[in-house]
């Protein structure tokens, strides 16, 4: 039996989810899924999976009268929500679940402050959420889905094609901002779909271990002298991640499953 976790590291941006097959995750910009086998990590024990599932516009239709439904719309300008957004949806930057950590910077929130941010959005552990961004930042809605899947949310759904796509679909837009109420949330982590850089370190030339870096070519390579130190996990393989979507569609939709297998 395989499982997947994903890493912990600086800048953690996840951005694909179950699209071949269940124990597939592929993760972060900056480095890696990481297949490992159920005794590989004594340290981690699975929790229960949560449903993390790519939708297209006419899902949103479908579900739009949903009581439990939450909808995030995760797009750093508030200017652009403020010019139409999807119904129900509350404007959330993807960068306002990250900050400075001590001396680290682009670190994710404390459980108290991520567990504010989803409380005064009117989410809880319970709610359904549908989380999207625009075209140009597939990255941002899929980091901020493996924030809630993190801290405890079973049910997320990432829009396909973000708002330009739903847009051009002809789906409903609106301007009115829902009202919801202050709910409280309590974060349940969830250790099983991450590990820690100490466990990456022991993990790095093991049989039955791969990691996949999603990062472009010349970051892999360590071409640009970009971080403190450049390259990339010894043995890691390199998907840049644009090959998971449609090059020639400017909404950035996902690839139909045959081709990405």
Known sequence: MTMSFRLKARFFRPFWRRVLQPSVLVITAIVTLLAVSLGSVSSITAAPSAKVQFVPPAWVAANATDPGLRVLDVRNSPLEYIAGHIPKAVNIADIAFRGPNGFLPVQYWETQKLASIFSRSGVNTNSRVLVYSDARDVLGATMVAYVLERS????????????????????????????????????????????????????????????????????FRGEKDLWVRNGHIPGAKNIPWPTFTEAENPQEDLKNPHKLK
């Open 152 to 219: 405890g949310v079973k049910e997320i759904a990432v829009l396909d094609g973000g708002y330009a796509g739903y847009k051009a679909s002809g789906q409903p837009v609106v301007k009115e901002y829902p009202k919801y109420k202050f709910t409280p949330f309590a974060v349940q982590d969830n250790p099983s779909i991450r590990v820690t850089l100490d466990q990456v370190g022991k993990l790095i030339g093991k049989p039955g271990v791969t990691f996949v870096d999603p990062r472009p070519g010349d970051l």
